[in-house]
């Protein structure tokens, strides 16, 4: 079921724990996103998975095994701080990182016009890296990043750097490198890109996964059993399972409000006690959004 896991990942930089018992279980074909303030431990963990550094404990596993130092080639990684040989031309600097992930010179120029093309960039074929800017850049860096089809696709931070278009192209591009197949966890302390993208998360914070699971598990946990309803007229006092958090005259008779529902009661119970005082137009329940439950769960953990 999981492409990776993690058991008791730990690392210590000096007397510093940078990560403590660390347990995620990324899903086949899925968007996982690995999500936390800075310093929380997102790129130590990633660059423990890419190994680039080792673990103090635990373990990583990879499609059901202990993770081979081989594996890496099955693994695309953009890492957090870019890098690509100033000098180069971007055609040849994406063709020698194709040779690196073993793609045939023929392969490497096919898919590269490909993506190049798919990315309306065609024409820097010729450029040097050092006439991009960072945002160019970091296009190219994205493509090669992908361009071997790898079956784990793992980017720290892809979006910081690019304007709001660019980070919906790179967000539509993930998308779809998901729906073909690939399985892609990506770091990000920018919480509210995570609603339309991640299936599953896990919240790093000072070192530690203090939320997990998928997006839709986690909303549920949340929820408040608060209903926003527009209705015409007022529905004057309500009974103590009804909490009315807000009222608003909208206009003329027209209102909305926002009940939380108290003592267990069911939402048809609101419902029925509402439409016999008032025209009721529409009614919703109020889903936090994953942004809000961070917060409010860094929040908690700060004040204890
Ligand atoms: P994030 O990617 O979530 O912003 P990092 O994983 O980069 O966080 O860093 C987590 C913590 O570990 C930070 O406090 C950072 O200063 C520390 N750290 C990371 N790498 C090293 C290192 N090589 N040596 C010492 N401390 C490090
Ligand atoms: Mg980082």
Redesign the pocket.
Known sequence: MELLFTEGISKC??N?W??KNINIRVPRESIFGLL????????????IITQI?FADEGEIFFENRKMKPDDISFIGYLP?ERGLYKKMKVGEHMIYLARLKGLSSHDAKERIKYWMDKFDILSWWNKRIEDLSKGMQQKVQFISTILHEPRLIIL??PFSGFDPINANLIKDEILELKKKGSTIIF?T?RMESVEELCDFIAL?HK?RVILDGSKQDIKQKYKSDTFVIEHRNDFGDLDRNFSVIQKDRLEDNFYRSVIQINNGKSRNTLLSVLIQKVEVHSFIEQVPSMNEIFISQVNTIRNE
Do not use: M, V
Request: charged letters at 20%; aromatic letters at 8%.
């Open positions: 930089f000096g510093f940078a990560l936390g303030p800075n310093g929380a431990g997102k790129t130590t963990l990633i660059r550094i957090e720290d931070e770091s302390h790093i070192s």
